[in-house]
Nanobody, 125 residues
Framework: EVQLVESGGGLVQIGGSLRLSCAAS????????MNWVRQAPGKGREWVSR????????LYADPVKGRFTNSRDNAENMVYLQMNNLNPEDTAVYYC??????????????????WGKGTLVTVSS
């Protein structure tokens, strides 16, 4: 059974930092690209970042470029999102999601087949 479990969310002040973690199990983690997706209150889901299976490449949405860093540890089956210089617009539930590895899915436009339950990040003044 595939499991993705996020942790590390919480309340942080404007300009602060948080590090989210995602523990993965039930699939071959080292061959899977992994994503972070967020959903702000009252809004739809927004893709945030992707890390290649090897950890050698990353992509970021424009609103988080230069502030967030996506990384992974394939020995521990973990994905991390380091978030710096947080602002109120970053308030959201953050989800870890696995990229689908089959037809129709690719590095730049992946389908995502498994999701965690999310962790809430609240940025407050």
């Amino acid at each position: 059974e595939v499991q993705l479990v996020e942790s590390g969310g919480g309340l942080v002040q404007i300009g602060g930092s948080l590090r989210l973690s995602c523990a993965a199990s039930g699939f071959t983690f080292s061959t899977s690209d992994m994503n972070w997706v967020r959903q702000a209150p009252g809004k739809g889901r927004e893709w945030v970042s992707r890390v290649r299976s090897t950890g050698g490449s990353t992509l970021y949405a424009d609103p988080v470029k230069g502030r967030f860093t996506n990384s992974r540890d394939n020995a521990e089956n973990m994905v991390y999102l380091q978030m710096n210089n947080l602002n109120p617009e970053d308030t959201a539930v953050y989800y870890c999601a696995k990229s689908f590895e089959g037809k129709g899915s690719n590095w730049y436009t992946p389908l995502m087949d498994y999701w965690g339950k999310g962790t809430l990040v609240t940025v407050s003044s």
